[in-house]
């Protein structure tokens, strides 16, 4: 990718980075693209580096997953996906008449709806930055149905596709989300409009890199949310602020190690070539790369079954969640938690080890006055 106005990223060193991954994911599989969905994932958990380099690489984790013996069943079921894109569809058709009545268009006739094909995805990127422009110098309104925009993660280029983008005539850039769960009495289930904020977090980072380089243009801190009202297919829609999980989303983005930095930690010869290495092979490449599980992977990462199975036998206390793992300090396993509870282990002086400690003497003394048996 060139470094220009349009595409708003710097030159990385393309040739040997792309050298680099391939041959790591094997030099005839085409690169598995990156998503918001996945980006918002990884930025919730930076500390992985496995992650980093595999979605880095753009490793197939699913069929990596299967191939190590833990499958995870993992993405969006045929009708969910067959139901967001017929409701999109009608959100869209007919000029994009109902998702424009929803941000106050009453004339579609007025709002400039540009063409965005361009050839390969540098291309595109390329499109959607001239379009932007141009719509921002016109001073009217605007609508970009899927732009592609980029972003730079861990030193490599993410391409991204946002359902849509207005353009106000005051120069207003607002990130559209189409959604295909319900909006019952003016609201959504919790935890899916958190899913779509941190995503759409994603975009407006994106779209602000453009932004920077656009004169008169301004990214919206909040997004467009369009569901379904109550249980009909009448499309609705809601302002929903994503500046925590843009600012969230950018410091953690941040801490990603470099791709190459992690790659060139590996042994020589380490390969996630799914179609040409044994699975024994791909057990031993994947366990030279560190991971930090958490029970919250198992939504968010197909390795997820694997790496919890590692940290069972390595009896990790990130088994038992962040929060878990934060509050024990040093005490890095289970049965070093359980020692150091019953005074075997650890230092009285150390907060964690007098917490646990005080911890086990208020349940055997609750034990003792109700009668119920104790647990030595």
Same mark, same amino acid.
């Given at each position: 990718?060139?470094?220009?106005?349009?595409?708003?990223?710097?030159?990385?060193?393309?040739?040997?980075?792309?050298?680099?991954?391939?041959?790591?994911?094997?030099?005839?599989?085409?690169?598995?693209?990156?998503?918001?969905?996945?980006?918002?994932?990884?930025?919730?958990?930076?500390?992985?580096?496995?992650?980093?380099?595999?979605?880095?690489?753009?490793?197939?984790?699913?069929?990596?997953?299967?191939?190590?013996?833990?499958?995870?069943?993992?993405?969006?079921?045929?009708?969910?996906?067959?139901?967001?894109?017929?409701?999109?569809?009608?959100?869209?058709?007919?000029?994009?008449?109902?998702?424009?009545?929803?941000?106050?268009?009453?004339?579609?006739?007025?709002?400039?709806?540009?063409?965005?094909?361009?050839? +390969?995805?540098?291309? &595109?990127?390329?499109?959607?930055?001239?379009?932007?422009?141009?719509?921002?110098?016109?001073?009217?309104?605007?609508?970009?149905?899927?732009?592609?925009?980029?972003?730079?993660?861990?030193?490599?280029?993410?391409?991204?596709?946002?359902?849509?983008?207005?353009?106000?005539?005051?120069?207003?850039?607002?990130?559209?989300?189409?959604?295909?769960?319900?909006?019952?009495?003016?609201?959504?289930?919790?935890?899916?409009? +958190?899913?779509?904020?941190?995503?759409?977090?994603?975009?407006?980072?994106?779209?602000?890199?453009?932004?920077?380089?656009?004169?008169?243009? &301004?990214?919206?801190?909040?997004?467009?949310?369009?569901?379904?009202?109550?249980?009909?297919?009448?499309?609705?829609?809601?302002?929903?602020?994503?500046?925590?999980?843009?600012?969230?989303?950018?410091?953690?983005?941040?801490?990603?190690?470099?791709?190459?930095?992690?790659?060139?930690?590996?042994?020589?010869?380490?390969?996630?070539?799914?179609?040409? &290495?044994?699975?024994?092979?791909?057990?031993?490449?994947?366990?030279?790369?560190?991971?930090?599980?958490?029970?919250?992977?198992?939504?968010?990462?197909?390795?997820?079954?694997?790496?919890?199975?590692?940290?069972?036998?390595?009896?990790?206390?990130?088994?038992?969640?962040?929060?878990?793992?934060?509050?024990?300090?040093?005490?890095?396993?289970?049965?070093?938690?359980?020692?150091?509870?019953?005074?075997?282990?650890?230092?009285?002086?150390?907060?964690?080890?007098?917490?646990?400690?005080?911890?086990?003497?208020?349940?055997?003394?609750?034990?003792?006055?109700?009668?119920?048996? +104790?647990?030595?």
């Amino acid at each position: 990718m060139s470094a220009s106005l349009d595409s708003g990223l710097s030159r990385p060193p393309q040739t040997t980075r792309r050298k680099l991954l391939a041959e790591l994911r094997g030099p005839a599989t085409p690169p598995r693209p990156l998503d918001a969905r996945a980006l918002a994932a990884l930025a919730a958990n930076p500390g992985c580096r496995r992650r980093a380099l595999l979605d880095g690489a753009g490793v197939d984790k699913s069929a990596l997953a299967a191939k190590l013996g833990s499958p995870a069943p993992f993405g969006q079921s045929q009708f969910a996906i067959v139901r967001g894109n017929s409701f999109e569809a009608k959100v869209k058709a007919d000029g994009g008449r109902e998702l424009l009545r929803l941000i106050g268009v009453d004339e579609p006739g007025t709002v400039s709806v540009p063409d965005l094909a361009a050839a +390969g995805p540098e291309g &595109r990127v390329a499109r959607t930055a001239l379009a932007l422009r141009e719509a921002t110098a016109a001073e009217g309104w605007a609508l970009l149905d899927h732009p592609l925009l980029a972003l730079e993660v861990a030193g490599s280029p993410v391409y991204l596709e946002p359902d849509a983008v207005v353009v106000r005539p005051d120069g207003g850039w607002t990130v559209v989300e189409i959604k295909s769960f319900p909006m019952v009495d003016g609201a959504a289930d919790a935890s899916k409009v +958190g899913a779509a904020a941190r995503q759409a977090a994603v975009y407006v980072l994106a779209l602000e890199r453009v932004a920077a380089v656009t004169e008169g243009a &301004r990214v919206a801190q909040s997004v467009l949310l369009v569901c379904p009202k109550d249980f009909s297919n009448v499309p609705t829609a809601s302002v929903v602020d994503v500046r925590k999980q843009r600012s969230v989303t950018r410091r953690q983005l941040d801490r990603l190690t470099r791709i190459d930095e992690i790659a060139a930690a590996l042994p020589e010869g380490v390969s996630f070539d799914v179609a040409e &290495r044994s699975a024994e092979e791909l057990t031993a490449a994947v366990e030279c790369v560190p991971h930090q599980y958490a029970p919250e992977c198992l939504a968010a990462c197909e390795l997820a079954f694997h790496c919890r199975s590692r940290a069972r036998e390595a009896d990790a206390v990130e088994t038992l969640g962040r929060s878990v793992r934060g509050e024990l300090g040093g005490l890095s396993t289970v049965g070093a938690v359980l020692a150091a509870s019953r005074g075997e282990e650890g230092d009285p002086e150390d907060p964690a080890v007098a917490a646990l400690r005080r911890a086990r003497a208020l349940r055997q003394e609750a034990l003792t006055e109700t009668g119920a048996p +104790g647990c030595r």
